[in-house]
């Protein structure tokens, strides 16, 4: 690691503090150009247990720049993957308190439920959908504390991946039901198509996300365990949302599911 533990902790506190008072930053690899992997994923972790120690709970997991539209849409490479605590959770079709973010974007998503533990290295797609309960449609509110949504995958891992609030809902569907590649999704907001795509924009099958997910996790000693949800990342590049705002997305053979912006 680049860094020591007091700067992660300031670098953890600055982000979160930022997400909490509703006002963004320069993205921190600009103060702090030799910091790594271990630094970004170490602040991240510093910002989880900030929010467990003020008694939030982790309700899952995500993966995100997974899609070549999202990869594109902010010049990157490679996924990333974050946590979503219950403070988060909009419930189905309900109100995303706008004032209470920086520059919301929304992101149309496939969801994993888990019914067995998945643990890498080694983990590929048939283990997760061996794995996988069931799936069901998502809209992730991606919120990044960094000025106009510029900055390094580094950066953008230390600020838990600009996770800020989600949605799930819809039909929840048996894995085996659902062809998760061709499986079609439209995102409307305010009634008008806004993105349109099929479940292979996520590394050609969203098991892949998950699959990785569990690889990036056995790398650090963890699993997912059984009843993890998973968020596999935006089939599409995300949308900005303001207030009045109504999203919803439809993915074939899982219904809908929305939520508004006030
Ligand atoms: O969930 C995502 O794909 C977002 C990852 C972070 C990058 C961004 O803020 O767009
Ligand atoms: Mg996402």
Redesign the pocket.
């Known amino acids: 690691m680049a860094l020591n533990q007091a700067t992660i902790a300031q670098l953890a506190e600055h982000l979160e503090n930022c997400q909490l008072q509703v006002r963004d930053t320069p993205k921190i690899t600009d103060e702090h150009p030799g910091m790594d992997w271990d630094d970004a994923y170490a602040i991240q972790d510093a910002i989880l247990q900030r929010k467990l120690a003020r008694g939030a709970r982790v309700v899952g997991l ?1 993966a ?3 899609s070549h539209a ?1 990869m594109k849409q ?1 010049g990157v490479e490679s996924p ?1 993957f974050g946590f979503l605590v219950d403070d988060y959770c909009v419930p189905e079709g309900g109100t995303v308190q706008t004032r209470e973010l920086i520059h919301p974007k929304v ?1 149309p998503e496939i969801v994993f439920v888990l019914k067995h533990a998945l643990k890498g290295p080694g983990c590929h797609i048939g283990a997760v959908l061996a794995a996988t309960d069931f799936v069901l449609p998502g809209i ?1 509110v ?1 919120d ?1 504390r960094y000025r106009d ?1 510029k900055f390094d995958l580094k950066s ?1 891992v230390a600020d838990n ?2 996770a800020a609030r989600f949605v799930v809902g819809g039909q929840a569907q048996r894995p085996e039901r659902v062809d998760l590649r061709t499986c079609g999704i439209v995102l409307e907001k305010n009634g008008q198509p806004v993105a349109l795509g099929a479940g292979a924009a996520v590394l050609g099958h969203p098991a892949a996300a998950i699959a990785m997910l569990a690889n990036h996790l056995g790398r650090r000693g963890q699993e997912l365990p059984a009843g993890s949800m998973i968020l596999s ?2 089939v599409t590049e ?1 949308v900005s949302v303001q207030a009045g705002d109504n999203v919803s997305l439809r993915v074939q053979g899982m219904g809908s599911v929305s939520l508004r912006f006030a």
């Open positions: 995500k995100g720049l997974t999202k902010m990333v992101e992730e991606i990044s949504f953008v991946t600009s990342g935006g995300a």
